[in-house]
């Protein structure tokens, strides 16, 4: 019985510094951030592409009359 009191968790006496606060949460909002960028990239530059690839036909079109 006594083992598993002593395996069980308690209350945690811990502190977070300032330091290692603000550092774990610029972490998590760098991990954040590079997810929304890596699925903005996803989305932006095919449609940049294809808007490219439009213009670039519609000036051919425009060049031929």
């Known amino acids: 019985m006594a083992a598993l009191l002593l395996l069980s968790p308690g209350l945690a006496q811990a502190y977070i510094g300032p330091g290692l606060g603000l550092g774990a ?3 998590i909002g760098g991990i954040l951030l ?12 095919p449609l940049k592409r294809a808007r490219a690839r439009r ?8 060049a031929g009359h």
């Open 34 to 45: 590079s997810i929304l960028i890596a699925v903005f990239a996803l989305v932006w530059y």
């Open 55 to 62: 213009r670039a036909r519609q000036q051919d079109d425009n």
């Open 25 to 27: 949460l610029a972490v």
